[in-house]
């Protein structure tokens, strides 16, 4: 990738779109499509309120679209979660799957026969071409490319295939996937509306597949196809998808289709500056509503990152509405370095916030989450046979409560095992969880195969468990508590307390 200068005559082999955009005047219209493939992602949140306030500002509409053709992946839960999330910022939309609209089905697992048509047509126009290469065949091709310190890319193999061959392996039944014809020479550049005029070789862009073999399409021809029927004209989103840019401008223009304008935001950091990850940072929305942020001083933080407040507003202050947001933010002004997702000022946001409500809004605000009736009843039904006073309640329900729960060595370091293959182990716990359903059976089966797996007693592993999230040896049970906890918490509690045991020294039982 290089960035170009956005005047002067390029060779005829260029693929330059800078002028060929969608007209300035036609109504704005932006959009997100997240995948439903588990809990809806804090980076969702950030590029949602982005595209948001661009339509806001400009009377324009603002569209969600699911993009579920990931089958492999797909959680049947997510896209709830995702309106839930959302609907809990204030980031409202006017066309989607849930509340229709002129350019629907807004899900892309009901459009695969307009995907299949547009490669039909890309294959008829010459632009895309039939693979019929075997995983394994791919495979020893990439192992290949890494010997010879080659970049791993698709070699076209079957490129040149003729109508013969291709009816061929058509008609024997051979699996195959459309993939997209990408000139061998020349360059192809597009406009970054926060980055200025960038080029890429066609060296550098890889033989997309747009079709894959079970007939779903891939993100390069679902996005592209859906962007132009919805008439998207403003095209923001992660700055990750830069390198997969060019391959959607060659569509375009394979279809004859005016391009929208790009805009790529810079990721969200951790603070030493890596993409932020759920090893370092809660990254599910969930969690954040879970655990007692306000959806104000999420948006709030969320608009300061990358820059687009002015410096000046309100006298330097840094807490704002969304209708000053809508009122006072300028995209052309973000930053294109990754801005820090510091969990600090987000609390001390948040606390900000907690301050300025009126003493019956905290309360409100206390009983629809940490004290809601939804979540105190089957805590009481957990725990109703194991007291014998009311007082006691609280005994035994503190951790499902408490933000801070840590057990010292001598509660949660098992007999006979050091303290280094104990945080393995934890580690161990923690990646075995994220991966599981949040449902009872699931969750007990992942833990019985770890114990399996790298030799740890069940009771070993549960007890330690326990003392992670709890802070004790004793509780109501463990697996349905930590149901009642969520998964987006305990996860979060199991990080907190590798991090935090990590930084520490041993200390004596």
């Not at 195959?176 to 509306?193: I, Y």
């Not at 979540?375 to 951790?399: K, M, N, V």
């Not at 075995?432 to 069940?458: G, N, R, Y």
Request: charged share 25%; net charge neutral.
């Amino acid at each position: 990738m290089k960035k170009a200068p956005a005047r002067g005559l390029r060779p005829e082999s260029d693929h330059s779109f800078m002028s060929q955009i969608t007209d300035s005047s036609a109504p704005v219209r932006v959009r997100i499509a997240p995948s439903p493939t588990g809990d809806p992602h804090v980076g969702t949140a950030y590029i949602g309120l982005i595209n948001y306030l661009y339509a806001r500002q400009r009377n324009g509409q603002f569209v969600l679209r699911i993009e579920d053709t990931d089958r492999t992946r797909f959680v049947s839960t997510s896209e709830q979660m995702i309106f839930d999330s959302l609907r809990w910022l204030g980031l409202n939309w006017h066309e989607g799957p849930d509340v229709g609209g002129p350019y629907g089905p807004y899900r892309q697992s009901e459009r695969t026969e307009i995907y299949r048509a547009h490669a039909d047509q890309l294959l008829a126009s010459g632009h895309a071409y039939r693979c019929f290469c075997t995983a394994d065949k791919l495979e020893a091709d990439r192992r290949q490319q890494i010997a010879a310190k080659l970049p791993p890319r698709y070699p076209g193999t079957c490129r040149a295939l003729t109508p013969e061959q291709i009816a061929a392996h058509l008609a024997a039944g051979t699996p195959s996937v459309v993939r997209m014809r990408v000139p061998l020479e020349g360059s192809t550049t597009f406009t970054d509306e926060l980055r200025g005029a960038i080029t890429f070789d066609h060296h550098n862009v890889d033989d997309q597949v747009l079709l894959k073999s079970d007939g779903y399409p891939t993100y390069h021809l679902a996005n592209v196809v859906d962007d132009h029927l919805m008439q998207i004209t403003d095209v923001i989103r992660a700055e990750e998808w830069i390198s997969s840019t060019p391959k959607h401008v060659l569509l375009y223009q394979s279809f004859g289709w005016p391009l929208p304008r790009f805009w790529h935001m810079p990721l969200l950091r951790n603070q030493d500056k890596s993409k932020i990850s759920k090893r370092k940072n809660p990254v599910s929305l969930i969690y954040y509503r879970e655990a007692g942020y306000l959806p104000q001083a999420v948006l709030n933080f969320l608009g300061l990152l990358g820059g687009g407040m002015p410096a000046d507003f309100n006298n330097g202050t840094e807490k704002f509405t969304l209708d000053e947001m809508a009122a006072n933010f300028r995209h052309e002004n973000i930053r294109t370095g990754g801005p820090v997702f510091d969990l600090t000022k987000l609390k001390w946001l948040n606390g900000e916030y907690i301050r300025a409500l009126a003493p019956d809004d905290f309360y409100a605000a206390l009983r629809s989450n940490i004290l809601a009736d939804s979540y105190l009843r089957p805590i009481a039904a957990l725990i109703q046979t194991r007291i014998e006073l009311l007082s006691q309640f609280g005994d035994l329900t503190g951790f499902l409560l408490n933000d801070n729960t840590h057990p010292p060595e001598s509660v949660y370091l098992p007999k006979n095992r050091s303290r280094e293959e104990t945080l393995a182990f934890v580690a161990d716990q923690l990646a075995a969880l994220e991966a599981a359903d949040w449902q009872h059976e699931a969750i007990e089966s992942a833990l019985k195969l770890l114990s399996s797996e790298k030799q740890w007693s069940v009771k070993e592993n549960f007890m330690l468990l326990r003392a992670i999230l709890t802070g004790s040896t004793m509780s109501p049970p463990l697996v349905e508590s930590m149901i009642l906890f969520g998964k987006a918490r305990s996860i979060d509690r199991l990080r907190r307390f590798l991090e935090a045991e990590k930084k520490r020294p041993a200390q004596k039982a």
